[in-house]
Nanobody, 122 residues
Framework: VQLVESGGGLVQAGASLRLSCAAS????????MGWYRQAPGKERELVAV???????YYADSVKGRFTISRDNAINTLYLQMNNLKPEDTALYYC?????????????????WGQGTQVTVSS
């Protein structure tokens, strides 16, 4: 399984970005997928999760601004980010879970991408 993120960049506060995660390998369309982020000097944190059936979960900090979605036909995961804030600045990773995500723990994911940088200026 390979995961490749794209779509990051440098934007001003209030702008929007859409991240993509192109997945290859077996079983992607039946896997729960997640977006995580890591800011400098901070631990990696959960942003959003989408189950294979499409239901989703968001961290409180992004709820109402970010939307996670997936296109199983092309094995791609998305993260639409609106009204970006400087505190959203981080390296964003997509990840695949081999089984249903239950605990919202990073340990539930077995494959990770290399990340795409999002920088939001004030």
């Amino acid at each position: 399984v390979q995961l490749v993120e794209s779509g990051g960049g440098l934007v001003q506060a209030g702008a929007s970005l859409r991240l993509s995660c192109a997945a290859s390998g077996d079983g992607i369309c039946i896997s729960d997928m997640g977006w995580y982020r890591q800011a400098p000097g901070k631990e990696r944190e959960l942003v959003a999760v989408i189950a294979s059936r499409g239901n989703s979960y968001y961290a409180d900090s992004v709820k109402g601004r970010f939307t996670i979605s997936r296109d199983n036909a092309i094995n791609t995961l998305y993260l639409q980010m609106n009204n970006l804030k400087p505190e959203d600045t981080a390296l964003y990773y997509c990840a695949r879970a081999p089984q249903t995500v239950v605990l919202l723990s990073q340990n539930e994911y077995d494959y990770w991408g290399q990340g795409t940088q999002v920088t939001v200026s004030s």
